[in-house]
């Protein structure tokens, strides 16, 4: 079984309550894959119950803070529940980042004295680029570009991406933030999803489900996320027209939230 645990909803509006910075984790076979790491996304999780020394893998979507501004905490979180864990733990925590430089500043922002961040529990950072990124224990991930963030320079990375998560037999496609619709189809022609996670700080309810109606698109639920002032005005509203258009099982996420897909 997969299950998704929202750990923050909201776009990076100024500070709204009860709703944090973007953060979500994947969690299969007891193990936590984050997507995105908004402000206290670490802080979240652990309250939640959540064993952050099952983390395996990290993505996030592209460097703007409200996915980024909780990685460094996330990861002195982690350092700091080892070295209170008792045993030694030797995995590895790869992390998939559509720049390294939000890797170096992290480690430059964590000094662990005398203490290495690859020791006991190391970390791994690689670029991010369209296709499959990772495979591993059941669980896969592929990403595809998309236009959030401009098209790069000649020779450059692209710098924003969307992902496809497949575990358990479910398909769940993750937006992180994006221009057009369309370029969610890659992922969306992909194969049936069981569940669209769709930012709403750049995009309406009625866009949003609109394109999946309008465009036949196989996907079975969709989640809002990454909440824009709009939506917050009065999500009641907005979900009765997300429904109206798209049927009963359209949510909007709120942070603290699990859920099976
Ligand atoms: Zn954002
Ligand atoms: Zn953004």
């Known amino acids: 079984m997969v299950k998704i645990h929202f750990l923050g909803t909201c776009a990076g509006t100024e500070p709204q309550p009860n709703r944090r910075h973007s953060a979500l984790i994947v969690e299969h076979r007891q193990r936590l894959y984050w997507f995105d790491a908004g402000e206290s996304c670490g802080y979240t999780a652990h309250l939640m119950g959540l064993d952050l020394l099952q983390t395996r893998a990290i993505f996030i979507s592209h460097p703007h803070m409200d996915h980024i501004g909780g990685l460094p905490h996330l990861i002195w979180v982690i350092k700091k529940l080892e070295s209170r864990a008792g045993e030694a733990l030797e995995h590895n925590i790869e992390l998939f980042l559509p720049a390294l430089a939000i890797w170096q500043g992290v480690e430059q922002m964590l000094f662990f004295k005398g203490r290495a961040l690859d020791e006991g529990i190391g970390f791994q950072a690689a670029l991010i680029s369209d296709g499959i990124v990772y495979s591993e224990e059941g669980l896969k991930v592929t990403a595809r570009h998309n236009l959030h963030l401009g098209r790069p320079g000649p020779g450059e990375p692209w710098q924003s991406f969307a ?87 359209a949510f909007l996420a709120e942070d603290r939230m699990t859920m099976t897909p």
């Open 163 to 249: 992902f496809l998560i497949e575990a358990a037999g479910k398909r769940i496609v993750y937006s992180g933030d994006f221009k057009t619709m369309a370029e969610l189809a890659p992922l969306l022609d992909s194969g049936p999803v069981d569940l669209l996670l769709v930012e709403t700080g750049h995009h309406t309810v009625e866009e949003i489900c609109s394109y999946v109606v309008e465009q036949k698109k196989a996907v079975a639920s969709i989640g809002f996320t990454h909440h824009g002032r709009e939506i917050l005005q009065d999500p009641d509203l907005e979900l009765e027209k997300a429904r109206a258009i798209f049927g009963p099982k």
